[in-house]
């Protein structure tokens, strides 16, 4: 058995550099647990970023896709399969929503919305061929196709990749006279996080949510919340929107839908909407393949049952609660999130996140750095109580030493 060390240097001979990940090589996990390949256990407290909402090998998933493996795997939308109605019904109504358009990828799932908006604007709004415009936020962060980072407000993420798909507009996260200064008649959509993950978990001001759905409503422009992180048990409930009471136009889906087995992405909204697509306008050889129905609808099966928000919002007030003394201590110098989802802004004089994510790795704590001195914080929704403790005890130590 090669050890994590050659791993590592064999990887990076033979791979692009486009991750930095911390230098632990993964071989096992179950719930909320990791084993690196010698053997050493880590508390998962990044959850492959929302898309390991219901931990590692939850025997409910993969019981579901063990079951499809062996009876159907793929057939391409050219015929249909007998998962598809079922899981585009129940995804549907999780939503209050009427129609499906499953993917793969997040960034699959951003683009069929931008390309829903922009359709519907010609279409059903009458907005001028050629000129539609979807207003986003500073900080998004929406996928890494060439039309998402055009819109992106993050060097690193933007550079050297134009040139850029014009047509969209950016505007402050969080300010509603910003948004409706700059929604004009040629206005297609509104596309937003209801919180935003990548840029340090920020929930927006209260109120922001439903005056994004005031205005859009009032100015007929489509309201398209990414969720693909935000959404499905997260924050305490199926959707981030609801803190508000809103309920967007459209839904954008992805990671936990997936149940951390495959790659399975939605956009989900009425049949006016949807129904703006005829056949061979848009697809995808993968996208709503039966083991990803398969897989999703346990998850929709779960989410249905409402036990993972619940757990989430009851875990989320004790984790906040939590991080709100350690805030008190001066070490960390912000905290923001909602449910079990939580931004630490470390003091920058204790070490940037990075080597804050490495001393809590050597505890045997996996998490993930964003921005400078920021730690994200999102467990597995299935973590117990006694796990997360302890997980915030080291956090705590590696924040004293
Ligand atoms: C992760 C993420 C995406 C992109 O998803 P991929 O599956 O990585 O393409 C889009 N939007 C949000 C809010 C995300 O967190």
Not at 313 to 335: F, I, Q, Y
Request: net charge negative.
């Amino acid at each position: 058995m090669p050890t994590s060390t050659e791993l590592i240097a064999t990887a990076d001979a033979h791979s692009a550099h486009n991750y930095h990940p911390l230098p632990v090589v993964l071989s096992s996990a179950e719930g909320a647990w990791m084993t690196d390949v010698e053997g050493r256990r880590y508390l998962d407290l990044l959850a492959g970023y929302s898309a390991l909402n219901f931990g590692h090998g939850h025997p409910r998933l993969t019981a579901a896709a063990r079951a499809q493996l062996d009876r159907l795997t793929l057939t391409s939308r050219a015929f249909h399969h007998d998962r598809f109605a079922d899981f585009c019904v129940r995804l549907a109504r999780l939503c209050g929503m009427e129609a499906v358009l499953p993917m793969n990828t997040g960034a699959e799932a951003v683009e069929t919305a931008v390309k829903t908006a922009r359709k519907w604007g010609y279409r059903v709004k009458g907005v001028p061929d050629g000129r539609a415009r979807i207003v986003v936020a500073d900080g998004n962060f929406h996928g890494r196709t060439t039309t998402i980072v055009s819109f992106s407000t993050d060097e690193e993420a933007r550079a050297d990749y134009g040139p850029y798909t014009p047509g969209f507009t950016i505007v402050p996260y969080g300010d509603l006279a910003a948004l409706a200064e700059a929604v004009d008649e040629d206005t297609v959509a509104v596309l937003l996080e209801p919180v935003q993950g990548e840029a340090g978990v920020l929930v927006p001001p209260p109120g922001y949510l439903a005056g994004v759905r005031e205005l859009t409503r009032a100015r007929n422009v489509l309201f398209i919340a990414d969720e693909i992180q935000s959404g499905l048990g997260r924050t305490g409930r199926t959707f981030a929107c609801e803190h508000e009471g809103v309920v967007p136009d459209v839904y954008v889906l992805g990671k936990a839908l997936g149940g951390g087995i495959v790659p399975v992405s939605a956009v989900v909204s009425s049949r006016a909407v949807l129904g703006v697509f005829r056949p061979g306008e848009h697809g995808s050889t993968f996208g709503g393949n039966p083991l990803a129905c398969a897989v999703a609808l346990e998850v929709v099966a779960m989410l249905e049952e409402g036990d993972h928000q619940r757990r989430a919002a009851e875990l989320g007030d004790h984790l906040h609660a939590e991080l709100a003394l350690l805030a008190g201590t001066g070490r960390v110098t912000g905290v923001r999130g909602r449910g079990l989802w939580a931004g630490v802004d470390v003091d920058p004089a204790l070490g940037t996140g990075r080597e804050i994510s490495e001393r809590l790795m050597a505890e045997g704590v996996l998490v993930k750095d964003t921005h400078g001195s920021t730690i994200r914080i999102a467990p597995p929704l299935v973590i117990s109580k006694e796990d997360l403790d302890w997980g915030l005890d080291r956090l705590r130590d590696v924040l004293a030493a």
